[in-house]
């Protein structure tokens, strides 16, 4: 099943709180904001939990499959070993 | 440019305490093996006497944030480097003069660790881009696990430290404590405190160089600098008041700010000195991040909503508390780099969009082991006063 990065609006700290404690999602507790009309954080969730968290009143947001998206990066991923040439001196 | 890999990275070390340099500095070869029987090294970097002081650098402790490693390569050859040429480092609009390098590398045991979990790594950069953990097998009996995302079996070593390991023993039921018992979760603590090689390695140079005075570990994200503890709000009045005390145990991570305040008003102590310096040297190297490219990292106390257990920099500094041999370790950690749209792109940005980070955490790294030496030669002087 695909795991979604997802932003998660809860009404206040408690609700927030519970994302671990009742619903054991993985968040990112850096990123916890206060805004307007309660707190956001992001974290991962797949549509199981997703539904879940929407059962239980939080408002979620749905962005990418984080490994369909992971596999670009990658590319930026460095072959072989740039230092071999140099490493002929450690001999 | 790409990021390195992680033969990349051993060879980088190697080289580093290669023969030019090899008048002040010290390859280390940690003695256990990874999971997958890799050997991973450390380099010390010191010129002359036995140094009264030192700095630890860890990285690469969670394997999808690829940058660590990068930011403390970069940071080991740019001063040796500078140390053999006699020059100075810039990085951005940040820079140390020649005679600060020569401070550091004169003053201070500069150890530097910045691949402790080669395994993951390895597989984060060449099948799953989002794992976190190191790659200890599924043990017999362990549920299977989902795949993805992460997942899988594998300990987080960042909660494998023995520093309130046992959370559902300390930490209050009430606690959103951000570890888990579930060995397919990312944050799992492992079978036991230091049951994993890499977590033993990262314990093995704390013991192994006991000048060291501070620690600083490496991750990614947030554009924070944390400082302990992780488990609770820190309290500079009440000694008695601590982790290592069982009577708090079952009362421990309610932060004063959950609603409701902490119905057991526990909070961990630290010594207002310490603190001080915590914030001080912090601050320092949040100045340095800052002139290096602009970013405005955030110095705070680690603990937040989410306390943690386990991890690094809270027992690196926990160790004092418990052997009144050991001197204290002040422990920080680095997250380095800013939440991006996509998550995986907040672990390991494309590589291009790291390189201004790299400058600037190793500009921030610099200006932190330049203040800690300068501390250090200002105690040494102070100690030569009062002895005549």
């Known amino acids: 099943m695909p795991n979604y990065h997802v932003t998660i609006h809860g009404a206040d700290r408690e609700a927030m709180a519970d994302l671990v404690r009742a619903h054991h999602v993985r968040v990112y507790g850096q990123t916890l904001t206060e805004e307007d009309t309660g707190y956001r954080v992001s974290g991962l969730a797949d549509e199981d939990t997703i539904k879940q968290l929407q059962g239980a009143g939080y408002r979620v947001e749905q962005h990418e499959d984080v490994d369909e998206a992971a596999q670009d990066s990658l590319r930026h991923v460095g072959q072989g070993n740039r230092f071999l040439n140099q490493a002929g001196d450690l001999r | ?388």
């Open chain 2, 1 to 388: 440019m790409t990021y390195l890999n992680v033969d990349e990275v051993e060879t980088a070390i190697a080289l580093a305490a290669g023969p030019p340099n090899a008048g002040f500095t010290e390859l280390i070869t940690l003695p256990n093996q990874t999971w997958e029987g890799r050997t991973c090294h450390a380099i010390r970097v010191h010129h002359g006497a036995a140094a009264r002081s030192g700095v630890y650098l860890l990285g690469g402790i969670h394997a999808r944030e690829w940058g660590s490693p990068d930011i403390l390569v970069n940071f080991v050859q740019l001063l040796t480097d500078a140390y053999r040429n006699g020059t100075g480092i810039t990085q951005g609009g940040a820079a140390v003069s020649a005679e600060q390098v020569r401070a550091i590398v004169d003053t201070l045991d500069v150890v530097v660790f910045p691949q402790a979990n080669p395994d993951g790594r390895h597989y984060s950069m060449t099948v799953d881009p989002m794992w976190r953990k190191n790659r200890r097998p599924a043990d017999a009996g362990d549920p299977g696990c989902p795949s993805g995302g992460g997942n899988g079996p594998g300990v987080d070593i960042n909660r494998n430290y023995d520093f309130l390991w046992d959370f559902p023993t300390t930490f209050s039921p009430s606690a959103p404590v951000a570890t888990s018992a579930d060995p397919c979760s990312e944050i799992y603590y492992g079978p036991g405190a230091f049951s994993e090689p890499e977590t033993c390695n990262v314990g093995w140079l704390l013991d192994h160089y006991p000048s060291v005075g501070y620690f600083i570990d490496i991750h990614s994200f947030g554009e924070d600098i944390l400082y302990n503890w992780g488990d609770d709000d820190d309290q500079v009045t009440d000694p008695a008041m601590n982790f290592s005390d069982p009577a708090y145990d079952g009362k421990r991570g309610i932060p004063d700010s959950t609603p409701g305040g902490d119905p057991d008003k526990y909070q961990e102590y630290i010594p207002a000195d310490d603190r001080h310096t915590l914030i001080t040297l912090g601050t320092m190297m949040r100045d340095a991040i800052q002139a290096a490219h602009g970013r405005p990292y955030t110095l705070k106390q680690s603990v937040g909503l989410y306390p943690t257990s386990g991890t690094s920099d809270d027992y690196a500094y926990s160790r004092s508390f418990l052997d009144s041999s050991k001197d204290t370790v002040l422990g920080y950690t680095i997250e380095w780099g800013p939440q991006r749209s996509s998550i995986p792109k907040s672990f390991h940005p494309d590589y291009p969009d790291m390189v201004p980070i790299i400058e600037e955490v190793t500009a921030g790294l610099l200006a932190f082991c330049l203040a800690a030496a300068r501390r250090t030669l200002d105690a040494a002087l102070a100690d030569a006063h009062t002895n005549g």
